[in-house]
């Protein structure tokens, strides 16, 4: 079934630590998207591509790295986790400018 | 950038009423207006969207409008039922160099009371 996927669903990790929050679509989408939101509040921007090898930093400022090295995966990168990073992560693709953007489940993320 | 306002924050209202929701953005490049609806632990969900060169639209209980010259647009829905209740997020597509980024308002917290 066509859809994005993202994993883990839920995530506890301790300070200093790297991790990487997988986001697949199965959709053909050219365009991704990784929004930060704390639980029923705003969707800040922090990421997104518009295609293979373009990637570009969103609206609020993320100490995480994306890559786009294949158009169905958009993984996200904290090289050294903080507690501020604790949040939930939401990852999004749609097709075109005018098009309906559609979201993964999202990954709860918890650093202790 | 773009920036996209939304109010009200919260908003309750009592089943069968109408609720409005209304959001400003500030680029006048944008071009697609989406709203979304997220529920309690769930992810957002498009329920109605429309394009720069329409002025309304309508689905059911739902209707947008849009008003281009005032760089506003606004979310309608009546006879609102207790399912209604969720976080609704307005959100503004526009140009970017190679790309489109989607900005999304703050959110309003709708409660559809018994």
């Known amino acids: 079934e066509a859809d994005i996927y993202q994993t883990p669903r839920y995530l506890v990790i301790g300070t200093g630590k790297k991790i990487t929050l997988e986001c697949s679509q199965t959709m053909g989408h050219d365009k991704m998207y990784w929004y930060q939101q704390d639980p029923g509040m705003e969707l800040h921007l922090i990421h997104y591509s518009y295609g293979v090898n373009s990637t570009e930093k969103g609206d609020l400022s993320s100490e995480s790295t994306v890559s786009r090295i294949r158009t169905e995966h958009f993984p996200l990168t904290l090289e050294s986790a903080r507690p501020s990073h604790t949040s939930q992560y939401l990852c999004a693709s749609r097709s075109g400018r005018n098009t309906e953007a559609f979201f993964g489940q999202g990954t709860r993320l918890t650093v202790v | 950038g773009e920036n996209v306002e939304q109010h009200p924050s919260t908003l309750s209202v009592q089943e069968g009423d109408s609720a409005v929701i209304k959001c400003t953005y500030s680029d006048s490049a944008s071009n697609y207006f989406p709203w979304y609806k997220q529920e309690l632990g769930k992810r957002p969900q498009l329920i109605i969207d429309?394009?720069?060169?329409?002025g309304e639209k309508k689905d059911q209980r739902i209707a947008v409008t849009l008003n281009k010259t005032a760089k506003h647009f606004s979310l309608h829905i009546t006879e609102t039922q207790p399912e209604d209740s969720a976080v609704y997020f307005c959100a503004a597509s526009h140009p970017t160099g190679g790309g489109n980024k989607l900005t999304f308002g703050t959110g309003t917290q709708l409660k559809v009371e018994l």
């Open positions: 429309i394009r720069s060169n329409v």
